[in-house]
């Protein structure tokens, strides 16, 4: 973390857990323990059908609500597909584009991420942009290549003054719901490589002012030792988010 030049956020993912129920019981238990914690933005992006509850949930506390995905027009025949203005609408602020889950099952291309991120940018949505290499990737010594052209791609007619709502999520793929996490060395490598992509797009300032994420098997127990890194500007949660003790631990550890 680098408090002194960009924000710390803690976000956790629901992914497809929680009904509307469970969602307002879960907003309210973590909203109370991470009451008066200051020292980041704490954040819960849930399934969309939770929305409504989790806003209610959430109203005058300090946890904002984001949602999983957005498309990329505005309005029209796209079954299934929710658009930035309906997500506004319901109080949602933040908005996660281009999970690996995404890219992996859903045919999400660097592409479909890039025309997402501009319809939430020009919405008013802040975007929590996630991306990651695959094990043989990391295996064939290409992450920095990757990640590289993934920043390069998904970032590609994204303004510099837009770049102040948008947060990257450095997920390495072989770490999400795996149990395996990458080390704290390892998160920070990658994380600097993206601040760099960053400096060479739109200059030092904005580079040093982008928070950016850790996420892959984040938890109460690993959580200080990522966030200690200087790259590493919080964390988007996934599986630890779901037990409100515990992604209020994490909240905790990104108090320093
Ligand atoms: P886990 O924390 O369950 O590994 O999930 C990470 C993730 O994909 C967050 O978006």
């Given at each position: 973390m680098n408090k002194a030049t960009r924000k710390t956020i803690i976000a956790g993912?629901?992914?497809?857990?929680?009904?509307p129920s469970a969602a307002e019981a879960a907003v309210k238990e973590t909203a109370a323990l991470v009451?008066?914690?200051?020292g980041c933005e704490t954040v819960l992006c849930v399934p969309f059908v939770d929305i409504h509850a989790a806003v209610a949930a959430a109203k005058g506390t300090n946890v904002k609500i984001g949602a999983q995905n957005v498309h990329?027009?505005?309005?029209?025949?796209?079954?299934g597909e929710i658009a930035a203005d309906m997500l506004l609408e319901c109080g949602v602020e933040y908005v996660i584009i281009g999970h690996s889950e995404r890219r992996q099952y859903?045919?999400?291309?660097d592409e479909t991420v890039n025309k997402r991120t501009k319809a939430a940018l020009a919405a008013g949505l802040k975007v929590i942009l996630c991306l990651g290499e695959v094990l043989e990737e990391r295996q064939a010594g290409i992450t920095a290549e990757i990640v590289s052209m993934q920043t390069k791609l998904d970032l590609a007619g994204i303004s510099a003054d837009d770049m102040k709502n948008v947060i990257i999520a450095y997920e390495p793929v072989w770490a999400i719901g795996t149990g395996l996490t990458a080390t704290p060395e390892q998160a920070e490598e990658v994380c600097a490589i993206i601040r760099g992509v960053l400096a060479d797009l739109y200059g030092d300032t904005v580079a040093q002012a982008t928070t950016i994420q850790y996420g892959g098997s984040m938890n109460d127990g690993n959580a200080a030792e990522l966030l200690?890194?200087?790259?590493?500007?919080?964390g988007l949660i996934g599986?630890?988010?779901?037990?409100p003790a515990k992604f209020a631990k994490i909240v905790d550890a990104a108090q320093a």
């Open positions: 993912n629901w992914k497809m857990n929680m009904t009451a008066g914690k200051d990329f027009e505005a309005k029209g025949a796209f079954t859903f045919g999400e291309t200690a890194k200087v790259n590493v500007d919080g599986g630890a988010s779901l037990v």
